[in-house]
């Protein structure tokens, strides 16, 4: 027994020296966060109350940035306002103002009750978005119902076709947030949802495969340890690899509303609360790369008029 305890101990340390011998960076806001977007500013003069929500951005062949994500409108209602998603354009990500067009998505009748948190992935020149469709039951908003994780594709990133074996799978605690990466050729996603259907911590879980058509059975990743609705306090996850370390960023929605937190690791499918890096004051963030323009991050949320970007950079943590 005393030979078991001090093993375990001397593995805890052994951890921790490991942990600090890492040299992994930390992300830091560089700059004012410029508002790129209000979608006040082009719609009805009578209703001034739109917001936008998690979105992300893809730039074309071409070299225009698209942006794509939710919108509604106060007073709030994610279940049955937030059923279009909206699609900006821009030269430059720091353009001031990007140019709004019509919705790229809007729910199909009686198959999609709501549009969430689109990620747009090119892969062999096709553009595929993966996005929530919410669960069509009557009582879904007031429990941990499943949610759809549906797919549609794009050559142009203006129209948008359904994958005709939507959902690709779905999944408890209203699954969402997705996020799609390639490493070391195999396709990882990510996505939020509750640990289970009776445990309602907030997780991240990931999903790998071959391709982006079949997805294994699901793994949890990161668990945050407080019981919320909905997996609320581990949404819009997103994942940055640099330098051989990976870095997972998630929002803490129903606890700390305007609060993301970022953590490390050197395993992809794995991300200890311990390793937190730092928090950033943002909800909802994508982190994007430009090789002529540098990092960005974004802002936006419910309590905000639109879709916001500012400056990031990375900073040695020794």
């Known amino acids: 027994m005393k030979k078991s305890l001090f093993l375990y101990v001397m593995m805890l340390i052994t951890n921790?020296?490991?942990a600090q011998k890492v040299s992994y960076e930390i992300p830091e806001i560089a700059g004012p966060f410029?508002?790129?977007?209000?979608?006040?500013?082009?719609?009805?003069?009578?209703?001034?109350?739109w917001y936008t929500n998690d979105h992300c951005f893809i730039k074309g062949d071409d070299g225009t940035w698209h942006a794509y994500?939710?919108?509604?409108?106060?007073?709030?209602q994610?279940?049955?306002?937030?059923?279009?998603?909206?699609?900006?354009?821009?030269?430059?990500?720091?353009?001031?103002?990007?140019?709004?067009?019509?919705?790229a998505l809007t729910v199909k009748p009686g198959v999609e009750r709501?549009?969430?948190?689109?990620?747009?992935?090119?892969?062999?020149?096709?553009?595929?978005?993966?996005?929530?469709?919410?669960?069509?039951?009557?009582?879904?908003?007031?429990?941990?119902s499943w949610g759809g994780l549906c797919m549609a594709t794009s050559t142009d990133l203006t129209t948008w076709n359904r994958h005709p074996l939507n959902p690709l799978f779905s999944d408890a605690g209203h699954a969402?947030?997705?996020?799609?990466?390639?490493?070391?050729?195999?396709?990882?996603?990510?996505?939020t949802r509750t640990y289970n259907e009776v445990d309602h911590r907030s997780v991240v879980a990931l999903r790998t495969g071959p391709d982006l058509f079949h997805w294994s059975g699901p793994k949890v990743v990161h668990v945050q340890p407080y019981v919320v609705n909905w997996g609320g306090d581990a949404e819009s996850s997103f994942v940055v690899n640099r330098k051989g370390i990976f870095y997972l960023f998630i929002c803490r929605a129903m606890t700390k509303y305007n609060q993301t937190d970022v953590y490390w690791s050197k395993d992809p499918e794995s991300f200890p609360r311990e390793n937190l890096v730092c928090t950033l004051?943002?909800?909802?963030?994508e982190i994007i790369n430009d090789k002529k323009e540098g990092w960005f991050i974004s802002n936006t949320g419910w309590d905000k008029?639109?879709?916001?970007?500012a400056p990031l950079q990375w900073k040695a943590n020794n």
């Open 16 to 18: 921790v020296v490991s």
């Open 34 to 49: 410029v508002h790129i977007f209000n979608p006040n500013d082009t719609r009805s003069k009578e209703d001034t109350t």
């Open 305 to 309: 008029k639109g879709l916001f970007l």
């Open 78 to 103: 994610p279940w049955g306002g937030e059923t279009k998603f909206f699609h900006i354009t821009a030269g430059s990500l720091k353009q001031q103002k990007w140019e709004d067009h019509d919705y």
């Open 114 to 144: 709501v549009l969430w948190a689109p990620y747009v992935y090119k892969d062999k020149g096709i553009y595929y978005m993966f996005y929530n469709i919410g669960n069509m039951q009557k009582d879904a908003p007031n429990y941990a």
């Open 176 to 191: 969402r947030d997705s996020y799609i990466m390639k490493y070391k050729n195999k396709y990882y996603y990510y996505y």
């Open 69 to 76: 994500g939710i919108i509604g409108h106060h007073p709030i």
């Open 281 to 285: 004051p943002v909800h909802a963030a």
